[in-house]
């Protein structure tokens, strides 16, 4: 089946500082995948999603870039702010199973300000 | 449009207890979806409706969990009786028609059971 994982359970930034998260997944056929931000006391909150017919998207502040040659795929965030702390997940739909989203275990990003 | 709405926001029991939790799907939306997350972990599915049926069940831990969606519209999730490892957050989320769309999580419940 599919599984997702981040390389990192923890990321320490100085405010201003580009933060980039990582995540692998082990699915070839993976072809859609989708990055959440979790603030504490809050759910996962959509941040950006990508196809497999890109390597590059990019949202406000945010790029996700993806290597379907090595699985894996990053999220970038550009000029780090204190409001971008926050737990950090991929996570990507199992095709085979419903649809359900499966996520990876999630990278608290803290930044110092 | 409002969001997912989940009720409690918070919920402290003791072991052998019984508690239900309440997810208001954003109007509309086909599927809901029960997830939870047990400290430091990630994030895990429990169950998944579409409208009132159950589409997949596969997540839900053991027999102490009941899942409902009558008409179509919100859903609960019953644990009972609670024992201490169903701590955590329960997530509930929703989404149109369809599984290539974005999940929309509500603010989640945090279920501690002494």
């Known amino acids: 089946g599919e599984s997702v994982g981040l390389h990192l359970p923890t990321l320490s930034v100085q405010e201003g500082d580009n933060s980039i998260i990582n995540c692998a997944y082990s699915?070839?056929?993976?072809?859609?995948f989708i990055w959440y931000k979790q603030e504490s006391g809050k759910g996962p909150q959509f941040i950006i999603d990508i196809r497999s017919n890109m390597d590059k998207r990019q949202g406000q502040r945010v790029t996700v870039l993806l290597n379907k040659t090595v699985k894996h795929l990053s999220l970038q965030i550009a000029a780090t702010q204190p409001g971008d702390s926050a737990v950090y997940f991929c996570a990507e739909p199992s095709y085979n199973q419903g649809g359900k989203l499966i996520f990876g275990q999630g990278t608290e990003l803290s930044v110092k300000p | 449009e409002a969001g997912v709405t989940q009720f409690p926001s918070h919920s402290v029991i003791e072991k052998g207890q019984t508690v239900t939790l309440r997810c208001d799907p954003i109007?509309?939306?086909?599927?809901l979806y029960w997830y939870r997350r047990v400290m430091g972990k990630e994030i895990k599915f429990l169950l998944h409706?579409?409208?009132?049926?159950?589409?997949?069940e596969s997540g839900m831990p053991n027999n102490r969990f009941l899942a409902e969606r009558t008409g179509g519209t919100y859903s609960t999730l019953k644990v009972q009786p609670a024992e201490l490892e169903d701590s955590g957050v329960y997530f509930c989320a929703s989404s149109p028609q369809g599984w290539d769309s974005p999940l929309h999580f509500g603010n989640g419940t945090r279920l501690t059971v002494t």
């Open positions: 409706f579409v409208k009132e049926s159950k589409q997949d």
């Open positions: 109007s509309g939306h086909d599927n």
């Open positions: 699915n070839s056929a993976s072809d859609y």
